[in-house]
């Protein structure tokens, strides 16, 4: 049986892969967007990209992962602001 933790440590996983993905993608390709994907069957996964948030010149990329255990609906968000100097 797979543990509640495990399931938690799993969802952050994939979170923070999807922002390192995102992080790595070319300054002017990383536009205000949303999109989806299903992970092991398990876990929905969502992210957005907001441009010029929270300030003009940075963006704002935020993860989502939901998933269902014993104890009910859970998610796991993780969020993080870029600029295109790199910081």
Request: net charge negative.
């Amino acid at each position: 049986k797979v543990s509640h933790g495990d399931l938690e440590s799993r969802a952050t996983f994939h979170a923070q892969s999807k922002i390192e993905e995102l992080k790595r993608m070319p300054w002017v390709q990383l536009v205000n967007s949303a999109a989806a994907d299903t992970l092991e069957n398990s876990f929905a996964r969502t992210w957005t990209v907001q441009e010029d948030a929270p300030a003009n010149g940075m963006k704002t990329v935020s993860v989502g992962i939901s998933w269902s255990d014993s104890k009910g609906p859970r998610t796991v968000l993780l969020s993080c602001y870029l600029s295109d100097s790199g910081m």
